[in-house]
T-cell receptor, first 111, second 114 residues
Framework: SQQGEEDPQALSIQEGENATMNCSYK?????LQWYRQNSGRGLVHLIL?????REKHSGRLRVTLDTSKKSSSLLITASRAADTASYFC???????????FGSGTRLQVQP | KAGVTQTPRYLIKTRGQQVTLSCSPI?????VSWYQQTPGQGLQFLFE???????NKGNFPGRFSGRQFSNSRSEMNVSTLELGDSALYLC?????????????FGQGTRLTVV
């Protein structure tokens, strides 16, 4: 079963705009990871944020984590058409090793 | 460094048959996990292997099994295939068994059961 939900389910923006995706989860975690998937292919690891971290950056990506609200957000700045993909958050729960995925956000960036 | 390699990429099988999927992790990675992705259930964890031992198992029936070899390559097997087993099967490798280790995924094997 899914750990939580991602919001929105789908997002369509213009190239150059920022895209923000949110993820909520249900249980205590060790870390939260974000992945990108293009058209039903493999998942590409984007960023890992540990439970004791609040914010992390990687290039045009910014991830925040609020463990008190059990939520995370992924911000993609200055989006490009190549960013078009599905984005998934995944958590590693306390005492566990497996990734539990959210339902994903489909991002469409219009050129 | 080569990424995670899954073979075959596509597979069509008939109900009742069995299937074996293969995963070669990134060189030096010792942990391999398997996930099933379907439109209805999303991404779900099947099992994880580390040092040839199954360390974690998801909530799947016994028809789903796996193993890991001494070179860290892993196989998963599904017996008595059902239509609902049609899915994208993804393999992920990690350097070790630590919880804060990134997982790197292969391109997946798309299994269609007819």
């Amino acid at each position: 079963s899914q750990q939580g939900e991602e919001d929105p389910q789908a997002l369509s923006i213009q190239e150059g705009e920022n895209a923000t995706m949110n993820c909520s989860y249900k249980t205590s975690i060790n870390n939260l990871q974000w992945y990108r998937q293009n058209s039903g292919r493999g998942l590409v690891h984007l960023i890992l944020i540990r439970s004791n971290e609040r914010e992390k950056h990687s290039g045009r990506l910014r991830v925040t984590l609020d463990t008190s609200k059990k939520s995370s957000s992924l911000l993609i700045t200055a989006s490009r058409a190549a960013d078009t993909a599905s984005y998934f958050c995944a958590t590693v729960g306390r005492g566990r090793r497996a990734l539990t995925f959210g339902s994903g956000t489909r991002l469409q960036v219009q050129p | 460094k080569a990424g995670v390699t899954q073979t075959p990429r596509y597979l069509i099988k008939t109900r009742g048959q069995q299937v074996t999927l293969s995963c070669s992790p990134i060189s030096g990675h010792r942990s391999v996990s398997w996930y099933q992705q379907t439109p209805g259930q999303g991404l779900q964890f099947l099992f994880e292997y580390f040092s040839e031992t199954q360390r974690n198992k998801g909530n799947f029936p016994g028809r789903f099994s796996g193993r890991q070899f001494s070179n860290s390559r892993s196989e998963m097997n599904v017996s008595t295939l059902e239509l609902g087993d049609s899915a994208l099967y993804l393999c992920a490798s990690s350097f070790n068994h630590e919880v804060n280790t990134e997982a790197f995924f292969g391109q997946g094997t798309r299994l269609t059961v007819v």
